[in-house]
C-alpha cells in the first residue's frame, strides 16, 4: 500500500495543494537558474518554450484523464481549466457572454505575481509566456478555440492578473492562436 491510499480526502486535498505548490516552486527554480545564466530575454524565450510543450501535455492529461471530449467546445475548456494545476492554488473564475459565445477566464489570485507584490519586486511580465501557453491549452482542449488576452503583465490594470478571453472559430479558418 502507498501512503495515498489510506489518506482521507482532506489529507489527499492538502496533496494536492502542496504538489500543486511544488510544481509551481519547480517552474520559478527553473527560470530562476536559466535567468542567472542567459539573462531574463533568454529565460523568456526558453520559459515560453516549455509551456508551448507542457500546456499541451496538460490539457491532454486533463482530457484523458476526466473523460472530456475532443472538441468539446467553450463548455470542455471551462472544465479543463477548472481541472489545471494553477487551480488547485490559484483563485479564478471564469464569465459566461450572455449568448455563451465567449468565455472568459480571469486569475483573481496568482502566487507568482503575489509572491512578488509581497518582495515589493515589480510584476513578472509573463504577457508572452501566458499568450502561448493559454492558446497552446486551449487548442488542445478543442482545435477551433481561438485565445484572446484581455489583459496580463505587464499591462494588466494595477493589482490585477491575468484575464482570457476565448470563442470557437468559424468552421471555415479564422486565426490560429492567441491574439493580444
Known amino acids: 500500500m502507498n501512503a495515498f491510499e489510506g489518506m482521507s480526502r482532506e ?3 492538502r496533496a494536492v495543494e502542496m504538489f500543486a505548490k511544488n510544481w509551481l516552486a519547480h517552474d520559478g527554480c527553473w527560470f530562476l537558474a536559466a535567468e542567472e545564466r542567459y539573462g531574463m530575454e533568454t529565460a523568456i524565450e526558453l520559459d515560453t518554450a516549455s509551456w508551448a510543450r507542457f500546456a ?3 490539457a491532454a492529461r486533463i482530457k484523458r484523464t476526466f473523460g472530456i471530449p475532443d ?3 467553450l463548455e470542455a475548456l471551462e472544465r479543463a481549466l477548472e481541472l489545471r494545476m494553477y487551480a488547485a492554488i490559484n483563485e479564478q473564475h471564469v464569465e459566461w457572454s ?3 459565445s465567449r468565455l472568459r477566464f480571469f486569475m483573481d489570485t496568482c502566487r507568482v505575481q503575489e509572491t512578488r507584490r509581497r518582495k515589493g519586486l515589480p510584476d513578472f511580465p509573463c504577457k508572452s509566456v501566458g499568450i502561448v501557453e493559454f492558446s497552446t491549452f486551449a487548442r488542445t482542449v478543442d482545435p477551433r478555440i481561438r485565445t484572446t488576452c484581455l489583459h496580463c503583465p505587464p499591462d494588466a490594470p494595477e493589482g490585477r492578473n ?3 478571453e ?3 472559430a468559424e468552421e471555415d479558418g479564422g486565426p ?3 491574439t493580444e
Do not use: I, M, Q, Y
Request: aromatic share 10%; hydrophobic share 45%.
Open 11 to 13: 489529507e489527499l486535498l
Open 162 to 164: 491575468c484575464g482570457w
Open 176 to 178: 490560429d492562436g492567441a
Open 71 to 73: 472538441s468539446g467546445g
Open 166 to 168: 476565448f470563442v470557437l
Open 56 to 58: 499541451a501535455v496538460e
Open 98 to 100: 450572455e449568448d455563451r
